[in-house]
Antibody, heavy 115, light 108 residues
Framework: QVLLVQSGPEVTNSGSSVKVSCKTS????????INWVRQAPGQGLEWVGI????????NYAPRFQDRVTISADTSTKTVYMEITGLRSEDTGVYFC????????WGNGTTVVVSS | EVVMTQSPATLSVSPGERATLSCRAS??????LAWYQQKPGQAPRLLIF???TRATGIPVRFSGSGSGTVFTLTISSLRAEDIGVYYC??????????FGQGTTVDLK
């Protein structure tokens, strides 16, 4: 069973960037697909994008295509999500989750963007 | 992009009664549909995948049905611990997924 451990909370300013990590263990990294999902305060789940390790490919939801970059470090079995040009609307909890149907979730990383 | 629409937004059900949640896709997603439960302050939990297969450890009172564009999650006999927000998610098109906006289930 895969385990996903995310980095700690971030407080940052509008216009800056943030990079959140998701460290994997318990399963071959090459077999994993890792999604990122955003949840704004009091709102629903929003799919951001995915890294598919077997083909080393990333895909993004259209609304995040321009400002989000998902990357991976195979040596540490860690997947990253970077958001640039932060706005107050980017405040929320960001989860990583494995698989096309997401059976394992990380603990979530809170990102607060202050203006 | 496939748009997922859930109804109702809020469902109030008495303990022991049946809860029926709906999810509709803007185009066919075959049976590539999952359901999640989320409680406050927690990560979502996978309940159903493949439209009707219960995930490991999920009680039998949870069942899913449907295919194509119309799906249903049924809780046959609601318990107090079932209150929370339920989301559907399609994974039909490889690496281009989407969630519904959620249905809140609370106790009547």
């Amino acid at each position: 069973q895969v385990l996903l451990v995310q980095s700690g909370p971030e407080v940052t300013n509008s216009g800056s960037s943030v990079k959140v990590s998701c460290k994997t263990s318990g399963k071959s990294f090459q077999s994993l697909s890792i999604n990122w999902v955003r949840q704004a305060p009091g709102q629903g789940l929003e799919w951001v994008g995915i890294f598919t390790a077997s083909v080393d490919v990333t895909n993004y939801a259209p609304r995040f295509q321009d400002r989000v970059t998902i990357s991976a470090d195979t040596s540490t079995k860690t997947v990253y999500m970077e958001i640039t040009g932060l706005r107050s609307e980017d405040t929320g909890v960001y989860f990583c989750a494995s698989g096309s149907y997401m059976d394992v979730w990380g603990n979530g990383t809170t990102v607060v963007v202050s203006s | 992009e496939v748009v997922m629409t859930q109804s109702p937004a809020t469902l109030s059900v008495s303990p022991g009664e049946r809860a029926t949640l709906s999810c509709r896709a803007s185009q066919s997603v075959s049976n590539n549909l999952a359901w999640y439960q989320q409680k406050p302050g927690q990560a979502p939990r996978l309940l159903i995948f493949g439209a009707s297969t219960r995930a490991t450890g999920i009680p039998v009172r949870f069942s899913g049905s449907g295919s194509g564009t119309v799906f249903t999650l049924t809780i046959s006999s609601l318990r107090a611990e079932d209150i929370g927000v339920y989301y559907c998610q399609q994974y039909d098109k490889w690496a281009l997924y989407s969630f519904g906006q959620g249905t809140t289930v609370d106790l009547k």
